[in-house]
């Protein structure tokens, strides 16, 4: 089931992701803070955060919004699925439910960002599966060797 995430779910959202093993540290200290600003401020202006539950544990997250300044533009900052689960339909699932969402909202493009290193291979193969195009390539944006990645789809 796809629900909007409490602040309640923050913790379990934070270990789940952590236990992917994709994100680095940094990037989880950052998810929280993202977490509570979305319920300090963000949720107010159009930002949304689902979470796919199951069995009443959280098995994946998505987090996205409105780009300011673009015309009906969206960016999908978060996605994670519970490592035990990935390759069963929850990444998916999530991402179509945002696709969603944001056509629903009259959303008419939407960009995915992420890193160039080999082990975020299957996320890259993951948004190509999806017809998402690779827009962009910042060169060493994150840190040497490690590239930016942006991923874009017409809504």
Request: aromatic share 12%.
């Amino acid at each position: 089931m796809i629900r909007p995430i409490t602040p309640a779910d923050i913790d379990a959202i934070v270990a789940m992701t952590d236990a992917t093993e994709m994100f680095k540290p940094l990037e989880i200290i950052a998810l929280r803070e993202v977490l509570d600003d979305y319920f300090a401020e963000e949720i107010n202006r159009g930002h949304m955060a689902v979470a796919w539950e199951d069995g009443g544990n959280i098995v994946g997250f998505t987090y996205y919004g409105p780009v300011p300044l673009g015309d009906r533009t969206w960016q999908l900052w978060w996605i994670a699925v519970d490592k035990r689960q990935q390759g069963k339909g929850v990444g998916s699932g999530l991402l179509r439910h945002a696709e969603d969402d944001m056509r629903a909202k009259l959303g008419r493009l939407l960009f995915i960002e992420t890193g160039s290193l080999p082990h975020y291979e299957p996320t890259r193969h993951f948004y190509r599966k999806f017809g998402y195009e690779q827009h962009a390539f910042l060169k060493d944006f994150y840190s040497d060797g490690d590239s930016m990645v942006i991923f874009r789809k017409a809504l």
